[in-house]
């Protein structure tokens, strides 16, 4: 069973720093792009970020230049890095895996547990 586990959440104050990470794991064939969403209180969830295994990134426009993505294909395991944060990134974010393949031939999208984020001003 593929698991998507994320870590890296947490309270910060505006302007500081925080890295998330996002681990899948569990009969994987076939992984392609991953990525990263956000929902907050009252809001439909958003794009943040996605790479493609070959290392193509997009950015929302609300984070670009000051959110990072990157994956490690070894290990399957995705990071955002997050800088100059503002009280507008507050949320749960969610990691994604889009039409992943497992050993079995089935393919499905899949989604992490959520970690919150809370920036303080």
């Known amino acids: 069973q593929v698991q998507l586990v994320e870590s890296g959440g947490g309270l910060v104050q505006a302007g500081g720093s925080l890295r998330l990470s996002c681990a899948a794991s569990g009969g994987i064939f076939i992984i392609n792009a991953m990525g990263w969403y956000r929902q907050a209180p009252g809001k439909q969830r958003e794009l943040v970020a996605t790479?493609?295994?070959?290392?193509?990134?997009n950015y929302a426009d609300s984070v670009k230049g000051r959110f990072t993505i990157s994956r490690d294909n070894a290990k399957n395991t995705v990071f955002l890095q997050m800088n100059i944060l503002k009280p507008e990134d507050t949320a749960v974010y969610y990691c994604?895996?889009?039409?992943?393949?497992?050993?079995?031939?089935?393919?499905?999208?899949?989604w992490g547990q959520g970690t919150q984020v809370t920036v303080s001003s």
């Open positions: 790479v493609t295994s070959g290392g193509s990134t």
């Open positions: 994604n895996a889009p039409r992943v393949r497992d050993v079995t031939g089935r393919t499905r999208d899949y």
